[in-house]
């Protein structure tokens, strides 16, 4: 008997226990008979090793085949994954289970509370390095946002700001005009008036047309000082034709508060900022509506038609009456007729040696005596888009309804009549720094606070400064 392993330690081959002698007729390595037949104190159909095995393999539920994905990539895998560092900060390592007792895992200085919070510092480093890089991300957007065209193109759109649909015309006299020449004040007034504007139109999208104000002589007959603003606005409907609604203001006039604009301001909410009545306050003591039978439902109504999409002329009052140094037209066909009629060379020839305020009578001349235009007129109150500073129409002391207020913040002054008794460059310069201290920026204040600190600790005690006496 020839066997391929190691020999017998029985003469002629062989072994001691009966099993292993057992012939196996059928060549096969696991038994045919079921565990009923299997005899334990040996005998003649005594179980071998290999059916024991595999009769336990499939009793406990493995596979009598190899497993799969053994080889040599697989063996490796798991190899590289097992090998990698884990890291776990977690303080409870007192449980059974072998995942949460950490076995196998790596922990910084061997798991000690300073590796704890080394780790727990990088993690929220990790996360406060992703919170600044989204912020600075922000702020470079924004920046980047208003430092170029893309501010202005916003502000602009007419679907977003809407800066497009206003025009903002400023009356210059360049040139001096023929009733004076401008000496240096004249000139800082007006520099300093023209840069107000082009700051103001640059923030919100609008458009600025400066004009010429020296007299012309458009007509053969005639020279039409400051009466030129009604053939400006004809031409400014020309030059702009997407443009919805038209600002005039006179070269005297200082934007206090360059943070509003024209729509929070005034025209988001028309209805609401103007009053069609002008018996709420009527200085001219016009009568007001007509009674004549013969006239349309809107020219007897007090209010017209009660709609703000009418409303194609936006007119301020002072004590005196209509005031057009700072008022609003709209684009529209009954514009276009009302500027016709209103600079109308046959009414100004008969009418100019009564009217002391010009176009401005002219208006007032129109509105008292043509239907037609009340419909489409609306008042808007005083200190809206026009208020006057201390002087103007003082002859009965300020007036809460006229006269600039600080506290609320009015949005434009107009040193209307300064050349007649008042200093115009002091009053510009007056309200040209008052609206430089009310803009200031938070850091603009902080350093102002900084600076008069300083200025009071070096100030000896019992001296006033010059400002505290001025204000004595």
């Given at each position: 008997m020839t066997l391929s392993r190691s020999p017998s330690p029985r003469r002629g081959g062989g072994w001691s226990s009966p099993g292993l002698n057992t012939p196996s007729a059928s060549g096969r390595s696991s038994p045919k008979k079921g565990y009923g037949d299997l005899h334990m104190n040996g005998g003649a159909n005594s179980v071998t090793c290999a059916s024991a095995k595999a009769k336990s393999d499939e009793v406990n539920g493995y596979p009598a085949f190899p497993i799969?994905?053994?080889?040599?990539?697989?063996?490796?895998?798991?190899?590289?994954?097992?090998?990698?560092?884990?890291?776990?900060?977690?303080?409870?390592?007192?449980?059974?289970?072998?995942?949460?007792?950490?076995?196998?895992?790596?922990?910084?200085?061997?798991?000690?509370?300073?590796?704890?919070?080394?780790?727990?510092?990088?993690?929220?480093?990790?996360?406060?390095?992703?919170?600044?890089?989204?912020?600075?991300?922000?702020?470079?957007?924004?920046?980047?946002?208003?430092?170029?065209?893309?501010?202005?193109?916003?502000?602009?759109?007419?679907?977003?700001?809407?800066?497009?649909?206003?025009?903002?015309?400023?009356?210059?006299?360049?040139?001096g005009g023929v009733m004076e020449w401008k000496g240096p004040r004249e000139w800082a007034i007006e520099r300093d008036s023209i840069k107000n504007k082009k700051m103001y139109v640059k923030n919100w999208g609008y458009d600025l047309e400066i004009v010429d104000m020296s007299t012309k002589k458009r007509y053969a007959h005639e020279w039409r000082e400051s009466w030129e603003k009604v053939d400006t606005i004809r031409n400014c409907?020309?030059?702009?034709?997407?443009?919805?609604?038209?600002?005039?203001?006179?070269?005297?006039?200082?934007?206090?508060?360059?943070?509003y604009s024209l729509q929070s301001h005034?025209?988001?909410?028309?209805?609401?900022?103007?009053?069609?009545?002008?018996?709420?306050?009527?200085?001219?003591n016009i009568t007001h509506p007509f009674t004549a039978p013969h006239l349309d439902p809107n020219s007897l109504s007090p209010t017209g038609d009660n709609r703000s999409e009418s409303i194609d002329?936006?007119?301020?009052?002072?004590?005196?009456?209509?005031?057009?140094?700072?008022?609003?037209?709209?684009?529209?066909?009954?514009?276009?007729?009302?500027?016709?009629?209103?600079?109308d060379p046959v009414a100004y020839e008969q009418k100019h040696m009564e009217w002391e305020h010009k176009e401005q009578d002219a208006l007032e001349?129109?509105?008292?005596?043509?239907?037609?235009?009340?419909?489409?007129?609306?008042?808007?109150?005083?200190?809206?888009?026009?208020?006057?500073p201390p002087g103007a129409c003082g002859d009965k002391g300020e007036d809460p309804r006229i006269h600039y207020q600080e506290q609320d913040r009015d949005f434009v002054v107009n040193m209307a009549g300064c050349e007649w008794g008042?200093?115009?460059?002091?009053?510009?310069?007056?309200?040209?720094?008052?609206?430089?201290?009310?803009?200031?920026?938070?850091?603009?204040?902080?350093?102002?606070?900084?600076?008069?600190?300083?200025?009071?600790?070096?100030?000896?005690?019992?001296?006033?400064?010059?400002?505290?006496?001025?204000s004595n």
């Open positions: 799969r994905h053994n080889g040599f990539f697989a063996r490796h895998a798991r190899r590289l994954s097992s090998s990698l560092p884990r890291f776990n900060i977690g303080t409870g390592r007192d449980y059974a289970e072998k995942e949460k007792l950490g076995r196998g895992r790596w922990y910084p200085n061997n798991g000690t509370t300073a590796g704890r919070l080394r780790t727990l510092a990088g993690r929220l480093l990790r996360r406060a390095r992703l919170r600044f890089l989204l912020v600075f991300a922000f702020i470079f957007a924004a920046t980047l946002f208003y430092i170029t065209p893309a501010h202005r193109a916003y502000r602009r759109a007419p679907l977003l700001g809407g800066g497009s649909k206003f025009v903002v015309i400023l009356a210059a006299n360049q040139g409907l020309r030059k702009y034709p997407n443009a919805e609604w038209f600002w005039w203001l006179d070269l005297n006039t200082f934007i206090m508060e360059p943070s005034i025209f988001n909410n028309l209805a609401a900022n103007t009053y069609r009545d002008i018996n709420i306050y009527n200085p001219l002329l936006v007119v301020p009052q002072d004590c005196g009456g209509f005031n057009l140094g700072s008022f609003f037209v709209r684009r529209s066909s009954w514009t276009d007729r009302l500027l016709d009629i209103w600079w001349y129109l509105y008292a005596n043509q239907p037609w235009i009340r419909p489409h007129t609306a008042f808007i109150p005083q200190r809206k888009i026009n208020s006057f008042r200093d115009c460059w002091g009053e510009m310069y007056n309200y040209r720094e008052l609206s430089n201290k009310l803009n200031r920026t938070a850091w603009e204040k902080f350093k102002d606070w900084i600076s008069d600190s300083v200025k009071s600790f070096k100030q000896p005690k019992g001296k006033k400064t010059s400002d505290q006496e001025a």
